[in-house]
Protein backbone atom coordinates (compact mmCIF):
# COMPACT_ATOMS: atom_id res chain seq x y z
CA UNK A 1 0.00 0.00 0.00
CA UNK A 2 0.94 3.65 -0.53
CA UNK A 3 1.81 6.07 1.89
CA UNK A 4 4.42 5.46 4.87
CA UNK A 5 4.76 2.55 7.40
CA UNK A 6 6.44 2.05 10.61
CA UNK A 7 8.37 -0.80 12.14
CA UNK A 8 8.01 -2.66 14.65
CA UNK A 9 4.27 -0.64 16.39
CA UNK A 10 5.59 -1.18 20.12
CA UNK A 11 8.88 -2.80 21.43
CA UNK A 12 10.65 -3.12 24.59
CA UNK A 13 14.42 -3.52 25.12
CA UNK A 14 16.29 -3.99 27.68
CA UNK A 15 18.92 -0.86 28.34
CA UNK A 16 22.06 -0.99 26.37
CA UNK A 17 20.39 -3.23 23.81
CA UNK A 18 21.05 -1.89 20.04
CA UNK A 19 17.29 -1.00 18.76
CA UNK A 20 16.64 0.35 15.07
CA UNK A 21 13.47 1.56 14.15
CA UNK A 22 12.29 1.62 10.53
CA UNK A 23 10.75 3.90 8.48
CA UNK A 24 9.58 3.69 4.83
CA UNK A 25 7.62 5.39 1.97
CA UNK A 26 6.67 5.18 -1.16
CA UNK A 27 5.75 8.64 -2.32
CA UNK A 28 9.40 8.91 -3.50
CA UNK A 29 9.57 12.20 -1.26
CA UNK A 30 12.79 14.23 -0.83
CA UNK A 31 12.46 14.83 2.73
CA UNK A 32 12.14 12.46 5.62
CA UNK A 33 12.28 13.05 9.38
CA UNK A 34 12.50 11.08 12.87
CA UNK A 35 10.60 13.15 15.84
CA UNK A 36 10.17 11.75 19.59
CA UNK A 37 6.94 12.76 21.15
CA UNK A 38 6.78 12.97 25.21
CA UNK A 39 4.60 14.21 27.65
CA UNK A 40 5.71 18.33 28.07
CA UNK A 41 7.81 17.72 25.58
CA UNK A 42 5.19 17.54 22.16
CA UNK A 43 7.53 16.71 19.31
CA UNK A 44 10.83 16.75 19.08
CA UNK A 45 13.09 16.63 16.20
CA UNK A 46 15.85 13.92 16.33
CA UNK A 47 16.98 14.12 12.88
CA UNK A 48 16.05 14.66 9.46
CA UNK A 49 17.10 14.00 5.98
CA UNK A 50 16.51 16.08 2.37
CA UNK A 51 17.88 13.55 0.34
CA UNK A 52 19.62 10.48 0.12
CA UNK A 53 22.61 10.27 1.46
CA UNK A 54 21.90 13.72 3.35
CA UNK A 55 21.22 13.74 6.97
CA UNK A 56 21.47 15.98 9.70
CA UNK A 57 20.76 16.77 13.22
CA UNK A 58 17.77 18.01 14.85
CA UNK A 59 16.96 19.32 17.94
CA UNK A 60 17.88 15.85 20.11
CA UNK A 61 20.05 13.65 18.19
CA UNK A 62 22.37 12.35 20.99
CA UNK A 63 22.52 8.79 21.10
CA UNK A 64 20.38 8.45 17.98
CA UNK A 65 22.06 7.21 14.39
CA UNK A 66 20.34 7.35 11.09
CA UNK A 67 20.99 6.49 7.61
CA UNK A 68 19.13 7.10 4.01
CA UNK A 69 20.89 4.99 1.40
CA UNK A 70 17.84 4.19 -0.49
CA UNK A 71 14.94 7.52 -0.76
CA UNK A 72 12.54 5.43 0.55
CA UNK A 73 13.95 4.52 3.69
CA UNK A 74 14.86 5.86 7.16
CA UNK A 75 15.70 4.14 9.79
CA UNK A 76 16.70 5.52 13.17
CA UNK A 77 19.01 3.56 15.33
CA UNK A 78 19.55 3.55 19.24
CA UNK A 79 23.00 2.22 19.47
CA UNK A 80 22.64 1.98 22.85
CA UNK A 81 19.44 2.20 24.51
CA UNK A 82 18.52 4.14 27.75
CA UNK A 83 15.67 4.64 30.08
CA UNK A 84 15.36 8.34 28.69
CA UNK A 85 14.84 6.70 25.10
CA UNK A 86 11.49 5.51 26.34
CA UNK A 87 9.20 7.54 23.64
CA UNK A 88 6.93 7.21 21.08
CA UNK A 89 8.62 8.17 17.89
CA UNK A 90 7.00 9.16 14.55
CA UNK A 91 8.73 9.12 11.05
CA UNK A 92 7.55 12.05 9.02
CA UNK A 93 8.11 12.59 4.83
CA UNK A 94 7.52 15.48 2.75
CA UNK A 95 7.87 16.45 -0.60
CA UNK A 96 9.18 19.42 -0.22
CA UNK A 97 10.86 22.15 2.13
CA UNK A 98 9.70 25.12 3.06
CA UNK A 99 6.69 24.15 5.67
CA UNK A 100 4.87 21.78 3.73
CA UNK A 101 2.43 19.73 4.87
CA UNK A 102 4.29 16.58 6.51
CA UNK A 103 2.77 12.78 6.40
CA UNK A 104 3.28 11.02 9.49
CA UNK A 105 3.30 7.19 10.07
CA UNK A 106 1.67 5.73 12.90
CA UNK A 107 4.28 5.65 15.09
CA UNK A 108 6.58 3.09 17.35
CA UNK A 109 5.86 2.74 21.18
CA UNK A 110 9.26 2.12 22.16
CA UNK A 111 10.01 0.97 25.85
CA UNK A 112 13.30 0.61 27.20
CA UNK A 113 13.61 -1.24 30.67
CA UNK B 1 16.33 29.80 20.79
CA UNK B 2 13.02 29.44 18.32
CA UNK B 3 10.23 29.06 20.61
CA UNK B 4 6.61 27.83 20.10
CA UNK B 5 3.87 27.91 22.31
CA UNK B 6 0.56 26.68 22.38
CA UNK B 7 -2.42 28.25 24.46
CA UNK B 8 -4.23 26.55 26.20
CA UNK B 9 -2.41 23.44 27.15
CA UNK B 10 -5.82 21.67 27.73
CA UNK B 11 -9.71 22.78 27.50
CA UNK B 12 -12.87 20.74 27.88
CA UNK B 13 -16.54 22.48 25.91
CA UNK B 14 -19.26 21.19 25.30
CA UNK B 15 -20.94 19.88 21.89
CA UNK B 16 -22.03 22.94 19.84
CA UNK B 17 -19.47 25.26 21.53
CA UNK B 18 -17.21 27.85 19.45
CA UNK B 19 -13.44 27.65 20.60
CA UNK B 20 -10.07 29.31 19.45
CA UNK B 21 -6.74 27.59 19.83
CA UNK B 22 -3.77 29.95 20.08
CA UNK B 23 0.13 29.61 18.98
CA UNK B 24 2.38 32.09 19.29
CA UNK B 25 5.78 31.59 17.77
CA UNK B 26 9.58 33.30 18.53
CA UNK B 27 11.25 31.68 15.12
CA UNK B 28 14.26 32.72 13.34
CA UNK B 29 13.92 33.81 9.64
CA UNK B 30 10.41 32.15 9.40
CA UNK B 31 8.88 30.66 6.65
CA UNK B 32 5.31 28.64 7.28
CA UNK B 33 3.09 27.52 10.54
CA UNK B 34 1.18 24.09 10.51
CA UNK B 35 -1.73 23.30 12.38
CA UNK B 36 -1.96 19.60 13.06
CA UNK B 37 -4.83 16.78 15.04
CA UNK B 38 -3.42 14.28 16.83
CA UNK B 39 -5.95 11.65 17.88
CA UNK B 40 -4.74 8.48 18.78
CA UNK B 41 -1.91 7.69 16.29
CA UNK B 42 0.02 10.31 14.06
CA UNK B 43 -0.64 13.58 13.94
CA UNK B 44 -2.81 15.11 10.61
CA UNK B 45 -2.11 18.19 8.43
CA UNK B 46 -5.02 20.61 8.80
CA UNK B 47 -3.09 23.50 7.35
CA UNK B 48 -0.49 25.55 5.95
CA UNK B 49 -0.21 29.26 6.48
CA UNK B 50 2.71 31.14 5.36
CA UNK B 51 0.77 34.50 4.51
CA UNK B 52 -0.63 37.08 7.17
CA UNK B 53 -3.65 38.07 7.50
CA UNK B 54 -5.04 35.37 4.74
CA UNK B 55 -8.11 33.04 6.35
CA UNK B 56 -7.81 29.27 5.40
CA UNK B 57 -10.50 27.68 5.87
CA UNK B 58 -11.98 23.62 5.81
CA UNK B 59 -15.64 23.05 7.13
CA UNK B 60 -15.92 24.22 10.96
CA UNK B 61 -12.36 24.89 11.28
CA UNK B 62 -10.66 27.72 9.97
CA UNK B 63 -6.91 29.23 10.53
CA UNK B 64 -5.21 32.51 10.06
CA UNK B 65 -1.71 33.96 10.53
CA UNK B 66 -0.37 37.59 11.83
CA UNK B 67 2.82 37.91 11.20
CA UNK B 68 3.44 41.03 13.02
CA UNK B 69 2.20 39.59 16.19
CA UNK B 70 3.72 36.24 16.00
CA UNK B 71 0.94 34.41 16.43
CA UNK B 72 -1.97 32.18 14.50
CA UNK B 73 -5.45 30.45 15.89
CA UNK B 74 -6.99 27.74 15.46
CA UNK B 75 -11.07 28.45 15.13
CA UNK B 76 -13.46 25.93 15.51
CA UNK B 77 -17.06 26.47 15.16
CA UNK B 78 -20.45 23.84 16.13
CA UNK B 79 -17.43 21.67 17.98
CA UNK B 80 -18.98 17.70 17.79
CA UNK B 81 -17.06 14.77 19.91
CA UNK B 82 -15.44 13.79 16.95
CA UNK B 83 -13.21 16.99 17.42
CA UNK B 84 -11.36 16.02 20.83
CA UNK B 85 -8.11 15.64 19.85
CA UNK B 86 -4.70 17.23 20.85
CA UNK B 87 -4.07 19.77 18.39
CA UNK B 88 -0.41 20.62 17.11
CA UNK B 89 0.84 23.69 15.65
CA UNK B 90 4.16 23.81 14.32
CA UNK B 91 6.88 26.13 12.74
CA UNK B 92 9.08 25.83 9.51
CA UNK B 93 12.15 28.80 10.35
CA UNK B 94 16.11 29.02 8.60
CA UNK B 95 17.55 26.08 8.00
CA UNK B 96 14.00 23.91 7.53
CA UNK B 97 14.13 23.78 11.54
CA UNK B 98 10.94 22.77 12.20
CA UNK B 99 9.27 23.96 15.97
CA UNK B 100 6.61 22.25 17.31
CA UNK B 101 4.04 23.09 20.39
CA UNK B 102 3.07 20.75 22.72
CA UNK B 103 0.18 21.29 22.26
CA UNK B 104 -3.95 21.73 23.09
CA UNK B 105 -6.09 18.83 24.45
CA UNK B 106 -9.47 19.97 23.45
CA UNK B 107 -11.87 17.36 24.89
CA UNK B 108 -15.83 18.19 23.68
CA UNK B 109 -18.64 16.62 25.56
CA UNK B 110 -22.26 15.98 24.81
Known amino acids: DAGITQSPRYKITETGRQVTLMCHQT?????MFWYRQDLGHGLRLIYY???????DKGEVPDGYVVSRSKTENFPLTLESATRSQTSVYFC????????????FGSGTRLTVV | EDKVVQSPLSLVVHEGDTVTLNCSYEVTNFRSLLWYKQEKKAPTFLFML????IEKKSGRLSSILDKKELFSILNITATQTGDSAVYLC??????????FGTGTQLKVEL
Open chain 1, 92 to 103: ASSALTGGYGYT
Open chain 1, 49 to 55: SAAADIT
Open chain 1, 27 to 31: WSHSY
Open chain 2, 90 to 99: DTTGGGNKLT
Open chain 2, 50 to 53: TSSG
